[in-house]
C-alpha cells in the first residue's frame, strides 16, 4: 500500500494473465475445427444413426458432425442400395433439424467403391484446420484390421466406437469411447418392414418415412 498526495493506492497482484480469445488465437494460433464424420449406405437413415451422432457430438463437444453416405460400401458382405440420391434426400431430411448435423458427400460425388483411407486424404489435403473423428459401431471395431491402409487411417483420424451391448470395447488401435442410448433398429428391418406394408412410425423421421412412401421405395 503507498500514499501520494493524500490519496491511498492499493497494490493488487493477478494470479493469472487474462487471456482473451484475440490474444489466444495469437499465442496458441487458430483453433481447429473438431469434426466427426459419420460413415455408411444409410439405407435408410433411422432413429439410431440420429441417436448415435448426437451422443458423440455432444459428449466430445464437437463443432459438426457429418453423415457421410458411400457411394458402394468396400464389404464383402456387399448388400445392394438404393440410388445415392434416394439415400441423400432422406438424410438431408432427418439431419435438418439440427443445426450440429450437415452432409458430407464426398464419396458419392467420387463414385466408386468407397474406401475410407481416400476420403481421408482428401478431406485432410483440402480441410488442414480440422480435426476428424471417424464414428462406429462397436460391432464394426473388430473388423478395423481389415480396413485398407488402417495403419495411416489411424493417424489421420480418430476413430470413436460408439458402446454397444455385447460388444467388449478394446482394440488393438487407439479409439475414443462414447456411451449412447441403446436402440435396436436396423435399416434392414425397416426396409422388411416396408415390404411388408407394416408401420415404420418411430423408426424413422416422418420426413423419412414421408419420402419412401412417396418414392415407394423397397417395395420389391
Do not use: C
Not at 484390421?145 to 454397444?164: A, H
Amino acid at each position: 500500500m503507498s500514499t501520494t498526495t493524500g490519496f491511498t493506492v492499493k497494490q493488487t497482484t493477478l494470479t493469472r494473465p487474462v487471456i482473451t480469445a484475440e490474444v489466444s488465437e495469437e499465442i496458441l494460433g487458430p483453433r481447429r475445427k473438431q469434426v466427426a464424420l459419420f460413415g455408411g449406405t444409410f439405407n435408410p437413415v433411422h432413429i439410431g444413426h440420429l441417436i448415435m451422432a448426437e451422443a458423440v457430438g455432444t459428449t466430445l463437444g464437437l463443432d459438426r458432425v457429418l453423415f457421410m453416405p458411400d457411394n458402394q460400401p468396400p464389404h464383402v458382405d456387399h448388400k445392394s442400395a438404393i440410388p445415392a440420391a434416394h439415400r441423400v434426400a432422406m438424410l438431408e431430411a432427418a439431419i435438418r433439424p439440427n443445426p450440429m448435423f450437415d452432409l458430407e458427400l464426398t464419396e458419392v460425388r467420387r463414385g466408386g467403391v468407397s474406401y475410407t483411407i481416400d476420403t481421408m486424404r482428401a478431406l485432410r489435403e483440402a480441410h488442414p484446420d480440422t480435426d476428424y473423428y471417424f464414428i462406429i459401431g462397436a460391432d464394426m471395431v473388430n473388423y478395423l484390421p481389415k480396413w485398407r491402409d488402417i495403419d495411416e487411417l489411424v493417424k489421420l483420424v480418430t476413430f470413436v466406437g460408439v458402446r454397444r451391448r455385447g460388444f467388449t470395447p478394446a482394440s488393438a488401435y487407439p479409439i475414443v469411447w462414447v456411451d449412447a442410448p441403446l436402440i435396436e433398429i436396423s435399416s434392414s428391418t425397416i426396409r422388411e418392414r416396408v415390404a411388408k406394408h407394416q408401420s415404420i412410425r418411430y423408426l424413422v423421421p416422418d420426413a423419412v418415412a414421408a419420402y419412401i412412401e412417396k418414392e415407394g421405395l423397397y417395395l420389391d
